[in-house]
């Protein structure tokens, strides 16, 4: 013989109110013509269930709403690596700041103010927005491929690559 009991309703069965987070209430099955049926009632409401068929019951703990996890990266987190990266010659973390750059530029972090060309690079000129300063930025010619490279390189170092996300022209 098989049994099917139902899934606890998260409302009480005679009043009706749904329980809260981490609240006690009480399961009852009632057999009825060999069919179990589940009501779920509020404390306040356990001694009005009237005593049917009861089989069994038993305490019950509305679980608690997981914590949300925080899966991206706050803004911050780019900001403060695109400052890092200021100074930086190397090949890898110019293009990797430059990617930032267009992240920031997106979040309206940065803004772009002009573009020069000097020593045969050419320069983004952005407007720090959250520190009122303007500060360069070296465009290297990258293709989307690199840019993606990139962009995939920076999702997996904040673990965050679901939300990291750069528009390309």
Same mark, same amino acid.
């Given at each position: 013989?098989?049994?099917?009991?139902?899934? /606890?309703?998260?409302?009480?069965?005679?009043?009706?109110?749904?329980?809260?987070e981490?609240?006690?209430?009480?399961?009852?099955?009632?057999?009825?013509?060999?069919?179990?049926?589940?009501?779920?009632?509020?404390? /306040?409401?356990?001694? &009005?269930k009237?005593?049917?068929?009861?089989?069994?019951?038993? &305490?019950?703990? @509305?679980? &608690?709403?997981?914590?949300?996890?925080?899966?991206?990266?706050?803004?911050? @987190?780019?900001y403060?690596?695109?400052?890092?990266?200021?100074?930086?010659?190397?090949?890898?973390?110019?293009?990797?700041?430059?990617?930032?750059?267009?992240?920031?530029?997106?979040?309206?972090?940065?803004?772009?103010?002009?573009?020069?060309?000097?020593?045969?690079?050419?320069?983004?000129?952005?407007?720090?927005?959250?520190?009122? &300063?303007?500060?360069? @930025?070296?465009?290297?010619?990258?293709?989307k491929?690199?840019?993606?490279?990139?962009?995939?390189?920076?999702?997996?170092? @904040?673990?965050?690559?679901?939300?990291?996300?750069? /528009?390309?022209?």
């Open positions: 013989m098989e049994w099917y009991i139902n899934r /606890g309703s998260k409302v009480c069965f005679l009043c009706e109110r749904t329980f809260a981490e609240e006690i209430y009480l399961s009852v099955l009632y057999d009825e013509n060999n069919t179990f049926t589940r009501k779920d009632f509020c404390l /306040g409401c356990w001694d &009005k009237g005593e049917g068929n009861i089989f069994s019951f038993w &305490k019950t703990k @509305v679980p &608690k709403k997981p914590e949300t996890v925080q899966r991206y990266a706050k803004i911050d @987190v780019f403060d690596l695109f400052n890092k990266l200021e100074n930086e010659t190397e090949l890898s973390r110019i293009n990797f700041r430059y990617v930032l750059s267009l992240y920031l530029m997106r979040k309206k972090v940065l803004k772009l103010r002009t573009t020069h060309k000097s020593n045969g690079n050419e320069y983004l000129v952005l407007h720090n927005v959250k520190e009122g &300063k303007d500060t360069e @930025v070296i465009k290297p010619h990258l293709s491929e690199e840019v993606l490279a990139v962009t995939d390189e920076i999702g997996r170092l @904040v673990n965050c690559a679901p939300q990291f996300s750069v /528009g390309i022209t």
